[in-house]
């Protein structure tokens, strides 16, 4: 083999190594769902207003402003980061009122990841509550339009 050869196999399996590691450190991205609600959520207010919502927007933005707010509340206690990016498609689901619907599935989600975290127990009763809250005040919504 040649020596050209093996340093571009070696390159090659440097280049693997490193999107493996930004893979997984993309899985272990701290309150990535928390995060993206809150992402949605924000987003979900250019939704409200859709001409369909007309009879129930005033109802849907105050939960979502709610919601929103108590989710920056406790991330911002928590110090957590709330920067986020969504993938690509992850929109494809959805017919209408995307950002609301997604929303709905990271807090889900954000429980998900905060049952399995490791840390400061305050502050997770404090998360896990105003999960509750925001999913409760983004299903109101939800039924509102429907």
Same mark, same amino acid.
């Not at 571009?8 to 590691?21: D, H, I, Q, Y």
């Not at 989710?71 to 498609?89: C, D, L, N, V």
């Not at 502050?123 to 105003?130: S, V």
């Given at each position: 083999?040649?020596?050209?050869s093996l340093v571009?196999?070696?390159?090659?399996?440097?280049?693997?190594?490193?999107?493996?590691?930004l893979v997984g450190q993309a899985r272990a991205e701290p309150h990535r769902a928390l995060r993206a609600a809150l992402f949605h959520m924000k987003e979900a207010r250019e939704e409200v207003k859709d001409e369909r919502l007309r009879a129930h927007r005033e109802r849907i933005e105050r939960d979502l402003t709610a919601g929103i707010?108590?989710?920056?509340?406790?991330? $911002?206690?928590?110090?957590? @980061?709330?920067?986020?990016?969504?993938?690509?498609?992850?929109?494809?689901?959805?017919?209408?009122? =995307?950002?609301? $619907?997604q929303a709905l599935? @990271?807090?889900d989600e954000a429980r998900k990841e905060l049952e399995d975290e490791k840390g400061d127990w305050a =502050?997770?009763?404090?998360?896990?509550?105003?999960i509750d809250d925001a999913h409760g005040h983004i299903a109101d919504a939800l039924k509102e339009i429907k």
């Open positions: 083999m040649s020596q050209r571009g196999k070696a390159v090659l399996a440097a280049l693997a190594g490193v999107v493996l590691a707010r108590e989710i920056e509340g406790a991330m $911002r206690e928590g110090k957590i @980061e709330t920067r986020y990016e969504p993938s690509r498609g992850w929109d494809e689901k959805y017919k209408t009122f =995307r950002h609301l $619907r599935v @990271e807090l =502050r997770r009763k404090e998360l896990r509550q105003a």
